[in-house]
């Protein structure tokens, strides 16, 4: 390991260097099969050369081998995050029918998996930007730092806090000693679960394409269909097979993993995968029982269970229109909106292992006023949960839904109802993507205001970091430079 004097500020760069150049290498075989297939494929070679560029200067100021302390790890995921949507959003600029904002949107809401689309006319997309779009949400699933770590081994010497920054949830979870072995093992779940998928889309009747694509948003919980009517553009036995695999996109990969080796009990054992298990059938239950003035029972059961999935691990297929349906049903959506899947999970939201410790919390608060010097630890399972996590969740809960509150009020004055402003702010902070009313899941996101547009980007960014991470960048700390001896790269 490097020593600290004269690697100030070292780690960063060469993160983002690496992120710019992998970038830049897939986008090189998208160019080439665009040009092969008479697409357009100078937005993929601009967007390879614009990564190319950013790229070189980076790695060569940057050094791999230095232990970043974590104002540093928070600011090279943070950075990240940023510069591969701008990246990735060159091709909808240059080969599709987007301004630079609605690429942007478009190519942030495919990498946080939000699945928001600004894409209207998908008839006059080339089928190669749609498998590049599809692509970017598989990316952001398993997401940019994991991907990184697996595959170049560098980023691993040094990047536990760099893994566990971009890590959706509260967990600090390692499966295997080794810090790449981790990320090697999450990445060949995925892998494999997202061949099985496209596999059994086949199976179905879907087409290569489509099956690929699908795929490729359905482990990643995105969202992103190659059809205008999402999922109501294929036959039921599809809905059936996105259902499926939907549960998994929602569960911890990491206790998936488990699972596959050989400990299938410890999903029964965790409590978060219990509760998320549960919400799911009462949702799905009760949303089925509100659809069936609407439908026959096939149907109703059919759309419901995969309308529950689709919003509780926010990928945001639509099976149907639910724009269309009752209230009542609505609002079970809107409801769902709130929960999530679990940590560790391509899914977004608040995250059912939260609500599980808010619940506690609550629970111990009470038997508090009864018992107040009574010791009371809060337990998740066979666990204890440490007091500074239960503050990070108090944190987490508190900046979420004043953002949520905020960008609402902010739609709102920008000339949208209030259902548009409510819902379009809660899918893309959630990471969801459709909402109701004029964002419905047969709509897109083009109509908006411009403001609200980049307000709803920053959303999409926040909430796929835990929001907590990005509200950091609004400490006045943060931009206070160091003293002389105690840099960036200092060891915290």
């Known amino acids: 390991m490097s020593s600290v004097r004269g690697s100030r500020f070292r780690y960063a760069p060469y993160v983002l260097g690496t992120g710019a150049l992998a970038i830049g290498g897939l986008l090189t075989p998208f160019a080439l099969a665009a040009a092969v297939a008479g697409e357009a494929w100078l937005g993929f070679a601009a967007g390879s050369a614009l ?22 790890a928070l600011m090279a995921v943070l950075a990240t995050w940023l510069l591969i949507p701008v990246i990735g959003a060159v091709p909808f600029v240059v080969a599709g029918p987007f301004g630079p ?23 006059a997309t080339g089928r190669v930007l749609l498998l590049w779009r599809a692509l970017t949400q598989w990316i952001g699933g398993i997401g940019i730092i994991v991907l990184f770590i697996a595959v170049f081994p560098p980023l691993s010497i040094a990047g536990r806090q760099l893994f566990f920054t971009e890590a959706p949830g509260p967990t600090e979870e390692r499966l295997l000693p080794r810090l790449r072995n981790t990320a090697t093992a999450i990445l060949a779940v995925y892998v494999v679960l997202t061949a099985a998928c496209a596999v059994a889309y086949v199976l179905v009747g879907m087409g290569p394409f ?24 294929y036959a039921p036995q599809a809905s059936w097979v996105a259902s499926a695999f939907m549960v998994f996109a929602g569960a911890n990969f990491a206790l998936l993993y488990r699972a596959l080796a050989g400990r299938p009990r410890d999903l029964g054992r965790d409590p978060e995968f219990r509760a998320y ?36 691990t926010s990928t945001g297929y639509a099976s149907a229109d639910f724009a269309l349906w009752s209230p009542q049903a609505e609002g079970v ?3 769902l909106m709130f929960i999530g899947g679990s940590a560790g999970s391509a899914a977004g939201g608040v995250k059912v292992v939260r609500w599980l410790m808010l619940a506690g919390h609550t629970a111990r608060e009470v038997r508090r006023v009864l018992h107040p010097r009574a010791v009371l630890p809060l337990r998740l399972g066979r666990r204890i949960v440490p007091e500074e996590v239960t503050r990070a969740v ?22 949208h109802d209030a259902v548009t402003a409510f819902t379009a702010s809660v899918a893309c902070l959630g990471n969801i993507g459709p909402g109701l009313a004029s964002v419905g899941p047969m709509l897109s996101f083009s109509e908006l205001h411009p403001v609200a547009k980049g307000l709803l980007i920053f959303a999409m960014y926040a909430g796929r970091l835990e929001v907590v991470t990005v509200f950091v960048l609004f400490v006045p700390g943060w931009w206070r430079l160091p003293r002389r001896g105690r840099g960036w790269m200092h060891p915290a």
């Open 51 to 72: 990564a190319l560029a950013v790229s070189l200067p980076l790695r060569l100021i940057g050094r791999p081998r230095v232990e970043p302390a974590r104002r540093e």
């Open 101 to 123: 904002l609605d690429a942007l949107f478009e190519s942030m809401s495919g990498f946080t998996t939000t699945g928001a689309t600004m894409l209207v006319d998908f008839e």
């Open 210 to 233: 489509d099956a690929v694509a699908h795929a490729l948003t359905t482990l990643s919980a995105g969202g992103f269909s190659p059809h205008p009517r999402s999922f109501e553009g």
């Open 277 to 312: 298990a549960a919400i799911i059938a009462a949702a799905a239950v009760g949303l089925t029982l509100l659809l069936l003035g609407t439908y026959g029972w096939a149907d109703a059961l059919r759309h419901g269970v995969f309308q529950t999935l689709s919003i509780v």
């Open 333 to 335: 959506l809107v409801l």
């Open 394 to 415: 108090a944190a987490f809960i508190t900046i979420y839904f004043a953002l949520a509150a905020f960008s609402t009020l902010a739609l709102m004055l920008l000339g």
